[in-house]
């Protein structure tokens, strides 16, 4: 597959200038995806599920095909252990909400990294009041990796669930969750995967990783926003409470009594992100067109290459050196604060992120405010790593260091 | 716009040499200005006599070239003015920096006020806004001695 040409394919890149180093942040959208939603909106609108015109009929099939086409891309058993929801923010409340009221009592243990997203942090933090649980953080190494000792060092009799990033938005580091979640599942401990960066990036196959549930943020995955993916076995689906009441996720409504409806609309309350659904199948198709291993092979040849480049450049630390990684380079400049370089690439039309990256805890463990940011995407190139690097070189020299 | 105009010599200049900064002996006001997004954090520490003159004024703290030149510049511009002297100028520069094409202020002299246009450059740079406040908004706290902590994520 000839990867020269796939830029193309992204409308906004027809501004020649852009270099893109934000995919992690947020990925841009091909031409089949943007020109879904449009057509949908155009041509074949209607609220899926709820009435019997043709139009309906049309929609939810539509709809339901996108539920398929990503149980096919994640090889899940089932297509009803897949739910839609308005983010992977939402998809990690809806596990810990639901999860800690049928499960969680005081002194119980829920078992993070030190790695996380406040995404995967926050939502369990409510259950510290709500419940009197505790937290606790599997310690990252200083190459920016979490093992599965660091996580075993961690497991106590009291944890009652493990929640971990597939791969670090930081570092890049890839977890070996595989491991986690076997370690895991010989004490007995359910095992969520925050999937955010994970899943545009790697190869998935939830029979095989055999976690519990795994989140998806389809915006970072050449898709809309406003759509996440939860997926969860359905033993999980089943067992647990519904998140939010309301239409859709019912079967019948007394004045006495409710029930809820069948797997996966008793996760589905009210009317869905019906056009991004639809159109995150075009995102499946144009991932399968290029298939997972090409994406891989494609983004770590680039992100070797920048590691390489990015390291040959005097004042310039990598962030985090994991043996597994993804395609993301933070990295600092002493003498130079990170939102100063990202400005100054910004000039030259380099677009990276500066900041923490939603990750207080880790900056706070490596000890550094901020860091600045390239992570890329499948439309890279060496040309962009290139201009990142002669970006820096001339913010470098505005700030007269060598 | 040219980057130049955001990263003029004179703030590449206080902000790699920031005056100031260090902990007055002695203060006795002060207060802690945080922004959560840049992870900028600054100290302010005053010294006023009987007369509300500030005698010293010094701050601690890290952040971008932007938040530490502002801080450096502003530290140095309002020692030995009067208090309510400093918060009308508190008040220009911010005006200035959110909407105003100038600053208005009749405390500051010619040469004041061109060193804090210096900083006017961030206006065209949204994001940037707070990183130039900062330092002012905690001017602001430590004279009227506001406990809590200045959050820029909080201020409009």
Not at chain 1, 127 to 145: P, Q, T, W, Y
Not at chain 1, 154 to 177: D, E, F, R, W
Not at chain 2, 55 to 76: K, L, Q, V
Not at chain 2, 113 to 130: D, E, H, W
Request: glycine residues 6%; hydrophobic residues 35%; aromatic residues 6%.
């Amino acid at each position: 597959m000839n990867l020269s040409n796939i830029k193309k394919e992204f409308p906004i890149f027809k501004n020649k200038n852009l270099v893109y180093l934000d995919s992690a942040n947020s990925s841009q959208k091909p031409q089949s995806v943007i020109d879904r939603i449009n057509d949908f909106y155009s041509n074949e609108f209607s609220n899926v599920g709820r009435s019997v015109h043709a139009l309906s009929i049309a929609a939810t099939n539509n709809y339901e095909n996108t539920r398929i086409s990503v149980q096919k891309y994640i090889n899940a058993k089932s297509k009803n252990e897949i739910v839609f929801t308005k983010g992977a923010t939402e998809a990690i409340n809806l596990v810990a909400n639901t999860f800690g009221q049928k499960y969680l009592k005081k002194g119980d243990e829920i078992l993070l990294t030190e790695l996380e997203h406040h995404s995967n942090y926050v939502p369990w933090h409510y259950l510290r009041s709500l419940k009197g649980v505790k937290i606790e953080f599997a310690e990252v190494n200083e190459d920016g990796e979490v093992s599965v000792e660091s996580i075993a060092k961690k497991i106590t009799s009291n944890t009652k669930i493990i929640a971990v990033t597939h791969l670090s938005n930081v570092t890049g580091a890839i977890l070996p969750i595989k491991e986690i979640t076997e370690l895991a599942h010989s004490k007995g401990i359910p095992v969520l995967i925050d999937g955010c960066q994970g899943a545009p990036h790697l190869k998935l196959d939830m029979q095989d990783l055999d976690c519990d549930f795994y989140t998806i943020s389809c915006h970072k995955m050449y898709g809309p926003t406003g759509l996440g993916i939860l997926y969860a076995k359905k033993k999980w689906l089943e067992e647990l409470p519904p998140y939010q009441g309301g239409g859709g996720m019912i079967k019948e409504v007394k004045k006495d009594s409710i029930s809820y409806g069948d797997l996966p609309n008793k996760y589905e309350a009210g009317t869905m992100a019906t056009a991004q659904v639809v159109a995150f199948d075009q995102s499946i198709k144009f991932l399968e067109k290029i298939g997972i291993n090409n994406v891989i092979k494609h983004e770590q040849e680039l992100m070797e290459y920048g590691q390489e480049i990015l390291k040959k450049n005097n004042s310039v630390k990598l962030i985090g050196n994991p043996k597994e990684k993804g395609a993301v380079l933070s990295f600092t400049i002493e003498g130079i604060h990170p939102h100063d370089i990202a400005t100054i690439l910004d000039e030259d039309g380099v677009a990276i992120r500066a900041g923490h990256h939603c990750c207080q805890i880790l900056h706070e463990t490596l000890g550094v405010a901020a860091t600045a940011r390239a992570s890329l995407g499948i439309y890279n190139t060496k040309e962009d790593i290139d201009r990142l690097n002669s970006s820096i070189n001339k913010c470098k020299k505005i700030f007269n260091l060598k | 716009m040219n980057i130049k105009e955001l990263y003029q010599e004179i703030i590449l200049e206080h902000g790699k040499n920031p005056r100031n900064l260090k902990k007055t002996d002695n203060f006795n006001k002060d207060a802690k200005g945080h922004n959560p997004l840049c992870g900028d954090n600054v100290h302010i520490y005053l010294k006023l006599n009987e007369k509300n003159k500030i005698e010293d004024i010094s701050f601690e703290g890290s952040g971008c070239a932007i938040s530490m030149a502002s801080a450096s510049i502003m530290t140095d511009l309002v020692k030995g003015k009067e208090e309510n002297e400093v918060k009308e100028i508190v008040d220009d520069f911010l005006g200035m920096i959110k909407i105003n094409p100038e600053l208005k202020s009749k405390n500051l002299k010619d040469d004041e006020r061109t060193k804090l246009m210096c900083l006017s450059g961030v206006k065209q740079y949204p994001m940037r806004v707070k990183c130039a406040t900062l330092s002012w908004h905690t001017l602001i706290s430590a004279i009227d001695n506001i406990q809590e902590e200045i959050n820029t994520e909080r201020l409009d």
